[in-house]
C-alpha cells in the first residue's frame, strides 16, 4: 500500500458528461501528481500541486481541471468527456520539496467513457 | 522537452534467468532516472533510482546502470523469479528542479515463466 488513496476505483460514464475524480495523497506530502496511463500514450504527466498551488502542467486538455485543498487533498475534473478520454488516471505524492522524486502512486482510477 | 525511449516493449524469460531492459534518454539536463514496476491492477512502484553522479547502483537482484555519454540507462533483474511480471517502466527527470515531472518510458511487459 502506496499510502495514497484515489476514489473512485472505477467510472462509467457517457460522452459529454463531467466527472470528478479524488486523491489523497500520503501522510505529510505536499505534492500532488496526476497522470493518465492509455495503451496508446503510455503515462502522461497531466499536472501537479504543490501545497495548495499549481507547479507544473504538462499534456493536460483544456477540458481538464485540477486542484488541491487546504486539507492537501486533490481533485480532478475532467468535463464534455470523449471517447478517447477513457483511460487509467493515476494520482501520485512525493515527499520532496516539490521534486518529482520518489513518487507514490495510487491505485488509480480506470474511467470509461461510452 | 525530454524523450524517453525504452526497449523492448515485451520480455519473456525463464525463472532463473537474467532480464535487461534498456531505455535512452534525449535532454542531457536529466539527473535522475528511477525505475518503476507496476503489478496488474495497481499504481507504479519506484523499485530502484539512480543520480547522474553514479554509475551503477544495485539493491539485491536488481541493478541499474548509466552512461551519461551515451545518454542510456539499464535495468538488470538476475534471477529472475515468477513474482517479478510485471510491467517496467523506465522515467528520467531533473533532479532539484521545481517543474515536477518524471518523463516516463512506454513499459516494458516482463514475463517469467516457471
Known amino acids: 500500500d502506496s499510502g495514497v488513496t484515489q476514489t473512485p476505483k472505477h467510472l462509467i460514464t457517457a460522452t459529454g458528461q463531467r466527472v470528478t475524480l479524488r486523491c489523497s495523497p500520503r501522510?505529510?506530502?505536499?505534492?500532488v501528481y496526476w497522470y493518465q496511463q492509455s495503451l496508446d500514450q503510455g503515462l502522461q504527466f497531466l499536472i501537479q500541486?504543490?501545497?495548495?498551488?499549481?507547479?507544473a502542467k504538462g499534456n493536460i486538455l483544456e477540458r481538464f481541471s485540477a486542484q488541491q485543498f487546504p486539507d492537501l487533498h486533490s481533485e480532478l475534473n475532467l468535463s464534455s468527456l470523449e471517447l478517447g478520454d477513457s483511460a487509467l488516471y493515476f494520482c501520485?505524492?512525493?515527499?520532496?520539496?516539490?521534486?518529482?522524486?520518489?513518487?507514490?502512486f495510487g491505485s488509480g482510477t480506470q474511467l470509461s467513457v461510452l | 522537452g525530454e524523450n524517453v525511449e525504452q526497449h523492448p516493449s515485451t520480455l519473456s524469460v525463464q525463472e532463473g534467468d537474467s532480464a535487461v531492459i534498456k531505455c535512452t534518454y534525449s535532454?542531457?539536463?536529466?539527473?535522475?532516472f528511477p525505475w518503476y514496476k507496476q503489478e496488474l491492477g495497481k499504481g507504479p512502484q519506484l523499485i530502484i533510482d539512480?543520480?547522474?553522479?553514479?554509475g551503477e547502483k544495485k539493491d539485491q537482484r536488481i541493478a541499474v546502470t548509466l552512461n551519461k555519454t551515451a545518454k542510456h540507462f539499464s535495468l538488470h533483474i538476475t534471477e529472475t523469479q515468477p513474482e517479478d511480471s510485471a510491467v517496467y517502466f523506465c522515467?528520467?527527470?531533473?533532479?532539484?528542479?521545481?517543474?515536477?515531472?518524471?518523463?516516463f518510458g512506454r513499459g516494458t511487459q516482463l514475463t517469467v515463466w516457471p
Open positions: 501520485a505524492s512525493s515527499p520532496s520539496q516539490g521534486r518529482a522524486e520518489k513518487l507514490f
Open positions: 501522510s505529510g506530502d505536499l505534492s
Open positions: 500541486y504543490y501545497n495548495g498551488e499549481e507547479r
Open positions: 535532454d542531457s539536463a536529466s539527473n535522475y
Open positions: 539512480i543520480r547522474s553522479n553514479v
Open positions: 522515467a528520467a527527470s531533473r533532479e532539484g528542479s521545481t517543474l515536477g515531472r518524471l518523463y
